[in-house]
């Protein structure tokens, strides 16, 4: 089955095309009218979405060379709501009118399944760490839908704290890939920062996540011993430092996991999975790291298309009123 994929929740206007032997184009536009903004632009980005969502559906088939896919996979959330909106609808159209069957598809289900798409990639069970901008947390993956979060963050996505310590050196946004190259000039031990643990918390309703777990994170109270530094240190090592302190609480939850669970299969996605020193230090770990390539670490599409093509593939199918979610979990 070959599906074409959209997406188009947060900055990234992105197509792709997957058939059984993986990805035959995969096409990323990234906006670029919320740099002066320093942060995404909810109405812009619907707005630019609109403007480029049918040219980079045309190139990914084009680059395909297919005219129609047997189905379309959309993103339909979680996400900025007026952003899903356009490629969802959009899909929903496309498979209308070439009478194919569409998908509806959770982004962060797209991200943590996302290194199945390499030749390599990891087979269920496994464990996912999904860290992004708005996102940071450890999914142990038993099969196709079937997650369970093992820990997340109780205040800011680590790709958060990266931005917001990179607006503070005046770095631009977004601040991650910055951070990243400064760092590499720094030293890691220069600036002594604290590796936050939240306290652990039982849930208010059975059901509930409202409590907190033994693997949960926290990223704020980084961010504001960063600040205090600020004149202390230069921004090389105050980049260093606080990236290695990020990198040790995400590598300390991923070992944890895979002891509390004895799960050795791990791989991890999310813009902050294109982290170098992250990247280095997962692949140390002593456990069975396999981990996509960086452009499939950041927002795209084929991870889209995958996970749409891994649901249809067992007869799943959503009807053309299908809504868009601001909110919502992988697998619920
Ligand atoms: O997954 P993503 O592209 O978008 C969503 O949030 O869904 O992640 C974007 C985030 C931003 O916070 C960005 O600063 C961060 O990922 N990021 C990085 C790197 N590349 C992107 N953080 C650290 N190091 C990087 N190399
Ligand atoms: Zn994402």
Not at 42 to 68: C, F, M, N, W, Y
Not at 214 to 226: E, I, P, Q, R
């Amino acid at each position: 089955m070959i599906v074409l994929g959209i997406e188009t929740s947060c900055d990234e206007t992105a197509a792709s095309v997957v058939g059984p032997d993986g990805v035959l184009s995969d096409v990323v536009h990234t906006q670029g009218v919320h740099e002066e903004y320093g942060g995404v632009v909810p109405e812009l980005a619907g707005r630019a979405h609109a403007d480029k969502v049918v040219t980079t559906v045309q190139a990914a088939l084009s680059r395909a060379g297919i005219e129609r896919p047997d189905a379309v996979a959309a993103t339909a959330g979680p996400g900025l709501i007026g952003a899903v909106l356009v490629g969802l609808c959009f899909g929903k159209s496309l498979a209308a009118g070439w009478r194919v069957p569409f998908i509806g598809v959770n982004h962060l289900e797209g991200h943590l399944l996302s290194a199945m798409l390499e030749p390599d990639g990891p087979e269920f069970p496994f464990l996912s760490l999904v860290v992004s901008g708005g996102h940071t947390s450890l999914y142990l993956a038993r099969a196709l839908g079937e997650y369970t979060v093992l820990g997340e963050t109780v205040d800011d996505a680590a790709g958060e704290a990266f931005d917001k310590v990179a607006r503070m050196l005046d770095l631009g946004y977004p601040g991650g890939p910055a951070v990243d190259r400064l760092a590499l000039t720094g030293n890691a031990r220069a600036v002594e920062l604290p590796r936050p643990q939240p306290k652990v918390k039982p849930p208010k309703t059975p059901s509930g996540h409202q409590g907190t777990r033994a693997l949960d994170m926290s990223f704020s109270g980084l961010k504001t011993a960063v600040r205090a530094q600020l004149n202390h240190a230069s921004p090389p090592d105050i980049c260093a430092s606080f990236q290695q302190a990020v990198v040790d609480v995400l590598t300390n939850r991923v070992q944890r996991a895979a002891k509390q669970t004895g799960v050795r299969s791990v791989t991890m996605a999310g813009g902050v999975a294109a982290n170098s020193q992250l990247r280095a230090a997962m692949m140390g770990l002593d456990l069975d790291v396999r981990l996509p390539p960086k452009s499939r670490c950041t927002d795209n599409a084929a991870m889209i298309a995958h996970a749409g093509r891994l649901r249809l593939m067992e007869g799943e199918r959503h009807g053309l009123d299908r809504a868009a979610r601001a909110q919502w979990t992988p697998g619920a």
